[in-house]
């Protein structure tokens, strides 16, 4: 495995188990930006910002975990694609409304671009309305 994918790889885990900066920042540059089409994450520009939302997550869905799917590198642009599958239940505190008891499954991509061997950039192509009408949170 490359080192790009071994940072991809690592990087991934970290976040989606909800580490947070803390542990996600030795895979990205400091000011790694990060980008996403969705109603939830407009707000959020930095892949920092990004990676402390998914840590907040684990709040109103302490039970979250994901299925890994896919994982694949572009040799010839330096990005890795990442698809999985996020899973959980609305049961702890937090989120727009209470705990719903609500089960979300999500399919979701992350697209890793690279610069000196660490993040530069992470885009996550995901339908963002379909997991709050799952949980609840949305009509």
Request: hydrophobic share 35%.
């Amino acid at each position: 495995m490359s080192a790009i994918l071994d940072t991809a790889t690592g990087f991934f885990h970290a976040c989606e188990s909800g580490e947070g900066w803390d542990i996600c920042r030795k895979y990205c540059h400091p000011d790694a930006g990060f980008s996403s089409q969705t109603v939830s994450l407009a707000d959020i520009a930095t892949l920092e910002g990004y990676t402390e939302w998914m840590k907040n997550l684990y709040t109103p869905i302490p039970d979250a975990r994901y299925e890994l799917r896919h994982l694949g590198m572009d040799n010839e642009r330096g990005s890795v694609a990442v698809y999985a599958i996020f899973h959980g239940r609305h049961t702890g505190p937090g989120g727009p409304v209470a705990p719903t008891g609500k089960d979300v499954a999500a399919d979701y991509v992350y697209v890793m671009e690279f610069e000196g061997g660490k993040i530069r950039y992470m885009t996550k192509i995901w339908n963002d309305i379909i997991s709050l009408q799952q949980l609840g949170w949305a009509p």
